[in-house]
């Protein structure tokens, strides 16, 4: 029960008030209130373009600008900050960052962070005059340490290490060693920072992961797990360096639907419950005093005998067995039908999506082609109206110059006329004076000399002159 007990207080430990005073210096006891009063019970509401600015990174195949981790990023955090819309928007502007093509990702830095929470050790049955410094002295060693907590009441502790190395090493040398009359129980402590993903597809991987739960939080390590062939086996492990981000992502991919990929299948978070697979359960841990102990261990290992009655009942906790897995068998096939029928309707589902799309897009394709039909035809108009406008003021300047050039014309035709008239009027005058001249020898009078064709002349003279 003692067992039992110390590892529920382990689970709840982060918000132990002693702890959390004295020893938390990387922020992993934030608990949900304070994550509640950052985003309130439904989560942050999504945005849009017009609300949180533009799209980053939207349609650019060449992406590995969009992908660099840099330090301002990697230490941005939804309660390093004021809470509400500031890191509202902060959620969002990262997300908007990630969601184009992720076809060349820059690779993870795979160098390990000093205290991370692969490095934190649970020390169980830990003797109540057991002073801090003790064990302090203990882990000294091994490396650096950080976060020493210490529950006498239950008698048990946990402390962080410098490294996984280090704290590993640690609990291979000091498991099961005696410290004043105890022996110690070393292991890992649960990891509260860490998340389990599943339902990824084959093209997922370490880096795409990583990339896509670090809008939630700064990342210590990101891992797609795969078989014995080096083949995804659809589930991955997120380690978060706050606690606070592990609860967000749990919280915010439970209520909603996060895709990583083109294709719609959403992922599963789920908490990362550990498994010892290196030491197990030794035999210097067995409660050797328990009456059940002695009961079970006074039979070693055997074989039963035919038709005997533990071969009876051996076959059936066998058969009992086989319809366990041959239920798990048809529960998996069914499962797997199941998805088949989904995975189908989602490619209909898409297409019909798609085929719906470019109708709409047709559709506006051909309202754009009217409209624009519409503007080409009174545009014509409008040129055809301006052509004849135009040769309008053509030809009305043509007449005009046509007429001023057969005014010009007649006016210099009869200047001619005038000037010739003039001539002539000129030289009758001459002959007239040439005439007076003559007769003014002899004795005729004046009046009688002058002849019908020199009053002609006078009166052209006349005209000519005014």
């Known amino acids: 029960m003692a067992e039992i007990d110390s590892v529920k207080v382990e689970s ?21 209130q304070q994550q509640q009063q950052h985003f309130g019970e439904r989560g942050p509401r999504r945005g849009g373009p017009g609300r949180f600015g533009k799209r980053r990174g939207g349609g650019n195949p060449d992406n590995r600008g969009r992908f660099q981790r840099k330090d301002q990023h ?32 820059p690779p993870i830095q795979n160098e390990e962070k000093k205290f991370s929470g692969r490095s934190r050790l649970y020390i169980g049955n830990i003797s109540t005059d057991c002073e801090d410094n003790d064990i302090l002295e203990l882990f000294k060693p091994y490396g650096e340490t950080s976060e020493l907590f210490v529950n006498r009441e239950k008698c048990f502790g946990f402390i962080r290490i410098d490294y996984h190395f280090n704290a590993e090493r640690a609990k291979n040398e000091l498991n099961g060693k005696v ?7 070393i292991r890992f402590a649960p990891n509260s920072l860490t998340i389990k993903v599943k339902n990824l597809d084959e093209f997922v991987t370490n880096e795409l992961l990583h990339v896509a739960f670090s809008i939630f939080g700064e990342i210590d390590r990101s891992v797609v797990i795969v078989d014995d062939h080096g083949k995804s086996i659809g589930e991955g492990i997120v380690e978060f360096t706050r606690k606070s981000s592990a609860q967000f992502a749990l919280r915010k991919c439970q209520d909603e639907c996060f895709f990583l990929t083109s294709s719609i299948r959403p992922v599963y978070v789920e908490p990362y419950l550990a498994q010892d697979e290196m030491d197990g359960y030794s035999e210097k841990f067995v409660p050797k005093r328990n009456p059940d102990f002695i009961q079970q261990r006074k039979i070693g290992p055997r074989f039963a005998e035919t ?6 009942y051996g076959m059936r906790w066998k058969q009992l067995n086989e319809l366990y897995k041959q239920k798990m068998e048809g529960l998996k096939k069914e499962q797997e039908i199941e998805q088949e029928k989904l995975l189908a309707q989602m490619e209909f589902a898409r297409y019909e999506h798609d085929t719906a799309m470019l109708r709409e897009q047709l559709r506006a394709r051909e309202m754009d082609m009217g409209r624009q039909k519409r503007e080409w035809e ?38 001619q006329q005038e000037n010739s008239l003039f001539l002539q009027a000129q030289q009758l005058d001459n002959m007239l004076k040439d005439q007076g001249g003559f007769e003014e020898g002899g004795s005729a009078p004046p009046n009688k000399l002058r002849s019908p064709q020199a009053k002609t002349v006078t009166v052209i003279f006349n005209i000519t002159v005014f």
Do not use: C, W
Request: charged letters at 40%.
């Open 179 to 185: 410290i004043k009359g105890r022996t110690l129980k």
């Open 74 to 105: 990697q230490g941005d955090d939804f309660n390093s900050g004021p809470p509400g819309r500031q890191n509202e928007r902060i959620f969002y502007d990262k997300l908007m960052e990630i969601s184009g093509p992720s076809y060349d990702l």
């Open 12 to 32: 709840s430990n982060d918000n132990h008030p002693e702890e959390s005073s004295s020893h938390n210096t990387n922020g992993d006891n934030d608990g949900p």
């Open 307 to 312: 038709n005997s009655f533990e071969h009876e």
């Open 378 to 415: 009174m545009k014509e108009q409008q040129v055809e109206e301006a052509r004849r406008r135009s040769e309008e003021v053509m030809r009305r300047q043509q007449e005009e110059i046509e007429s001023r050039m057969m005014h010009q014309e007649d006016e210099m035709r009869r200047r």
